[in-house]
């Protein structure tokens, strides 16, 4: 008996991410530095996740994700309460989580951290959604700070010429207004170190993720979720590349010696939308009952996936209409289009959709997806309703039933 659980303890460890303790470690000092901004002497700047951030980190600016936070309050369980206070103070249940969570944080100093640290001002771009709009402009007239926000025109098709010029001017609308609120020029030398270690680190990203198109994949997409939090929230500095070098080496080790994220691999799929932050435990279990593991997905894909256009020699440029090209601000056609090559390169065997209450750009136009995969790629697709950061908007039998009447279509 003793020696049943030894060895059940021992396959256990053997499947564990060694990365993951480090990363705790990263992201611990990062909050913790933000926190100490003002000791620092340092400012502190919300931003949206899909937002240019290099040229913060080339002005010393620390940056923060109230995404990235919205996360970790999902992930701890909190969003719901935090959502409830901020419909006490009238916002709609209808509204995005993360918004309603952070507006309330801000008030309660609420949250797994205490609430985030106070800004020095906001930079809001609205290639995500237009909700942060609203929110970023609540955020800045609570904490009475100066407000930037970046519009990018929405890609119905080819970003055309005028579009080009009209982002790339707001780039340079952005550096004068970071001029203003630091109070010194735009550290030009320091932008090009930081724009090519976020090139880097977008790579290395990548790079990680693709090995989840090896049969069987040594992570799985509840992996790739948490590992992400690097890419969005400190892309541009070393720390990064340090880590997913690390992380990559590790897939590469797990690879070679057949350490698989689901240890009987059967069925393969590939996940849409945002993950539903307090049930990835339960979900990556569901899933693995069945012998299936998520290979991939649209979300963590997101933060590498324009790098291609990003030129190293020209780089404020470049990065505005990649920032502009980012899988929210895209067609259904070219959603699609990502999807296919997604499907295609790690072999997927079916969709699961996340039709998410809370983000209406992810989750609009996912029925017509799922036609298009049905008809185009003849695969199969689950779609399951909830919300990434609320858990009251989630039912877990419904769910399960669902999962469980999808999964019997691979046996
Ligand atoms: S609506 Fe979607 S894209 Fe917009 S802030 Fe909420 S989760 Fe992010």
Excluded at 9 to 17: D, P, S, T, W, Y
């Amino acid at each position: 008996m003793a020696n049943q659980r030894a060895e059940d303890h021992a396959a256990q460890e053997r499947l564990k991410i060694k990365s993951t303790g480090l990363m705790k470690k990263i992201m611990k000092r990062y909050y913790f530095q933000a926190k100490m901004a003002h000791w620092l002497r340092k400012k502190v700047a919300w931003i949206t996740s899909g937002g240019p951030v290099e040229p913060l980190l080339a002005m010393n600016v620390i940056p923060i994700y109230p995404e990235n936070h919205g996360a970790m309050i999902g992930a701890t369980k909190m969003g719901g309460a935090l959502c409830e206070t901020s419909e006490a103070m009238g916002y709609s249940r209808d509204l995005c989580s993360y918004a309603r969570a952070d507006i309330a944080c801000s008030i309660v100093k609420g949250g797994p951290i205490g609430g985030l640290p106070r800004p020095d001002f906001l930079v809001c771009c609205n290639n995500i959604c237009g909700t942060v709009i609203k929110w970023y402009e609540i955020q800045a007239r609570f904490y009475q700070v100066p407000l930037f926000i970046f519009d990018t025109p929405f890609n119905h098709a080819e970003m055309s010429p005028a579009a080009k010029r009209y982002v790339q001017r707001q780039m340079q609308e952005y550096i004068e207004f970071l001029e203003r609120v630091c109070r010194k020029k735009f550290n030009e030398a320091k932008f090009q170190e930081v724009g090519l270690r976020s090139i880097q680190a977008q790579r290395l990203w990548q790079q990680v993720l693709d090995c989840c198109a090896h049969q069987p994949a040594p992570m799985s997409a509840f992996d790739a979720f948490f590992h992400l939090a690097l890419i969005v929230t400190l892309r541009g500095t070393k720390v990064v590349i340090d880590y997913y070098s690390q992380l990559l080496d590790e897939m590469r080790q797990r690879i070679e010696q057949n350490i698989s994220a689901v240890p009987n691999e059967k069925v393969r799929l590939l996940w849409d939308n945002i993950p539903i932050w307090y049930r990835t435990r339960w979900l990556s279990d569901k899933f693995s009952q069945h012998n299936a593991c998520l290979v991939a997905d649209t979300y963590t894909s997101a933060w590498s996936g324009v790098v291609h256009l990003i030129d190293e020699n020209h780089l404020l440029d470049s990065m505005a209409v990649a920032y502009s090209s980012i899988h929210l601000n895209v067609s259904i056609d070219q959603m699609f289009q990502k999807i296919a090559a997604l499907a295609q390169k790690y072999h997927v065997d079916g969709v699961v959709m996340h039709s998410n209450r809370s983000c209406k750009p992810y989750s609009f136009g996912q029925y017509d997806l799922q036609n298009m995969i049905t008809q185009r790629l003849n695969l199969p697709v689950l779609i399951i309703e909830a919300d990434m950061a609320d858990e009251r908007n989630f039912s877990e039998s419904q769910i399960e039933t669902r999962i469980d009447a999808f999964m019997e279509i691979f046996e």
